[in-house]
T-cell receptor, first 113, second 112 residues
Framework: DAGVIQSPRHEVTEMGQEVTLRCKPI?????LFWYRQTMMRGLELLIY????????DSGMPEDRFSAKMPNASFSTLKIQPSEPRDSAVYFC???????????FGPGTRLTVL | GNSVTQMEGPVTLSEEAFLTINCTYT??????LFWYVQYPGEGLQLLLK?????DKGSNKGFEATYRKETTSFHLEKGSVQVSDSAVYFC???????????FGTGTSLTVIP
């Protein structure tokens, strides 16, 4: 099993640009989570999906952030427009159900200049 | 509500020293408890877990026991190695399974 796949691994962009992060969960997992990690705030849950349906997006910081899961094998997290304070590592994780063990991807390191 | 509190780091130990990273939790019902490890430049990986009181999770020489009476899940290792240098996260999931709570992470550095 390839595990959770994220792309790109690194993204450097300028303020105001649109950024799209991608995630492919482990096949057969019903739940998908997007997290953001920074030194200041640690690990924050942004949004999670169950069976492709967004269940809780209360962690999404602003309207500039949006996430979609058009099918069971793909999700995107979009930031438009991006700002320097969005610089962080963004992790995608999946789990067989909402319960229990989460499997994390390697993360996307985003730098907004 | 549910929450996890773990000891602040950073923690620096010499190789072969004994490690304890404290974790306490607040939860309604009967949560499952986890320790995740994040090596530099990588995502979080499950280290061990326990799903009910008095269960002991263990992996790679690490252990943690689910103590309901003290609401704790402290991580221990008898003899750390340089390769154990990482950030360790304590976490719980509620018994409904809809929420997953991470602690703030504890950075461990092991020096030769």
């Amino acid at each position: 099993d390839a595990g959770v796949i994220q792309s790109p691994r690194h993204e450097v962009t300028e303020m105001g640009q649109e950024v799209t992060l991608r995630c492919k969960p482990i096949s057969g997992h019903n739940s998908l989570f997007w997290y953001r990690q920074t030194m200041m705030r640690g690990l924050e849950l942004l949004i999670y999906f169950n069976n492709n349906v967004p269940i809780d997006d209360s962690g999404m910081p602003e309207d500039r952030f949006s996430a979609k899961m058009p099918n069971a094998s793909f999700s995107t997290l979009k930031i438009q427009p991006s700002e320097p304070r969005d610089s962080a590592v963004y992790f995608c994780a999946s789990s067989p159900t909402g319960l229990g063990t989460k499997f994390f991807g390697p993360g996307t390191r985003l730098t907004v200049l | 509500g549910n929450s996890v509190t773990q000891m602040e780091g950073p923690v620096t130990l010499s190789e072969e020293a004994f490690l304890t990273i404290n974790c306490t939790y607040t939860a309604t019902g009967y949560p499952s408890l986890f320790w995740y490890v994040q090596y530099p430049g990588e995502g979080l990986q499950l280290l061990l877990k326990a799903t009910k009181a008095d269960d002991k999770g263990s992996n790679k020489g690490f252990e943690a026991t689910y103590r309901k009476e003290t609401t704790s899940f402290h991580l221990e290792k008898g003899s750390v190695q340089v390769s154990d240098s990482a950030v360790y996260f304590c976490a719980l999931t509620s018994n409904t399974g809809n929420q997953f709570y991470f602690g703030t992470g504890t950075s461990l550095t092991v020096i030769p």
